[in-house]
């Protein structure tokens, strides 16, 4: 069974950095495409990152552009988001997902991860 698991979330001040990691199991980021999604209470599901499954396609959200880096170790099968200078407005579930295809789009992912929470304090 295909299983994604984010760690890395926690509380930091504004101005702070986190990485998120996002292991699976049970396949290979070599196949898949990933992105990183985040919700915050009342707020829709919004795109973060994304990386394609070879890593060249990498993409990029308005809201944390200039401050957010998505990679991979495809020898540990983990996708990591390094967000830095971050801001209370980034305090959300941040959650990792996989896709077939390159998608900034949360229907076009097929598996997700539990999340992680991210709170940045002010």
């Known amino acids: 069974q295909v299983t994604m698991v984010e760690s890395g979330g926690g509380l930091v001040q504004a101005g702070g950095s986190l990485r998120l990691s996002c292991a699976a199991s049970?396949?290979?980021?070599?196949?898949?495409?990933v992105g990183w999604f985040r919700q915050a209470p009342g707020k829709e599901r919004e795109f973060v990152a994304s990386i394609s499954q070879d890593g060249g396609v990498r993409n990029v959200g308005d809201s944390v552009k200039g401050r957010t880096t998505i990679s991979v170790d495809n020898a540990k099968d983990t996708v990591y988001l390094q967000m830095n200078r971050l801001k209370p407005e980034d305090t959300a579930v941040y959650y990792c997902?996989?896709?077939?295809?390159?998608?900034?789009?949360?229907?076009?992912?097929?598996?997700w991860g539990q999340g992680t929470q991210v709170t940045v304090s002010s």
């Open positions: 049970e396949f290979s980021y070599r196949t898949y495409n």
């Open positions: 997902a996989a896709s077939t295809s390159v998608s900034l789009v949360p229907t076009q992912y097929h598996y």
